[in-house]
């Protein structure tokens, strides 16, 4: 004779399905429960307007923008001789033994193609500057007078973390 087994109470697919959407009410939760930090939101750029945007009109941000792209599209081809050069400073370091000629000339050469990114980049700028109102020139006189980055605050979850940081030399 055959064996008898017994039915299982709860089928196999049921308990797979039970199985399944546990899983995707963690995973939901635990991008909830994840979200975003506790603290102030930072100055930076996700989500907020640049300083020197705030309180200007559709048309005059719409104009920054353009003027912005168009000064960093100007300046495409230094910004290609810039990837090449840190390319070659990549290169120079990984030189065995240690190159201590070439790893300057390399550092010259990507300092020298640094300063034709900016200038390129400035050029365009003075040329359309003159697009601006007063109001847009005196908030980007601000912005430029500052040292880059130094408008975010580094916060998390409402506490500075300068503590748990190495110095910076």
Excluded: C
């Amino acid at each position: 004779m055959s064996e008898i087994r017994p039915k299982r109470q709860i089928p196999f697919w049921l308990t797979l399905s039970i199985m399944a959407n546990l899983l995707l009410v963690g995973l939901v939760a635990g991008m909830l429960l994840r979200g975003q930090p506790a603290g102030p939101p930072s100055d930076g750029m996700r989500g907020h307007r640049p300083p020197m945007l705030e309180g200007a009109s559709p048309e005059d941000r719409i104009l920054v923008r353009r003027m912005m792209r168009e000064a960093f599209l100007s300046a495409e081809t230094e910004v290609e001789k810039r990837r090449a050069a840190r390319i070659a400073l990549g290169e120079a370091l990984q030189i065995d033994p240690y190159d201590r000629e070439a790893v300057r000339r390399a550092f010259v050469t990507l300092r020298t193609s640094d300063e034709a990114v900016h200038s390129e980049i400035h050029e365009t700028l003075v040329d359309r500057l003159d697009e601006l109102g007063i109001a847009q020139r005196k908030a980007l006189a601000e912005m430029l007078s500052r040292e880059p980055g130094s408008h975010r605050r580094r916060k998390d979850r409402g506490r500075d973390r300068e503590d748990d940081r190495p110095a910076r030399d």
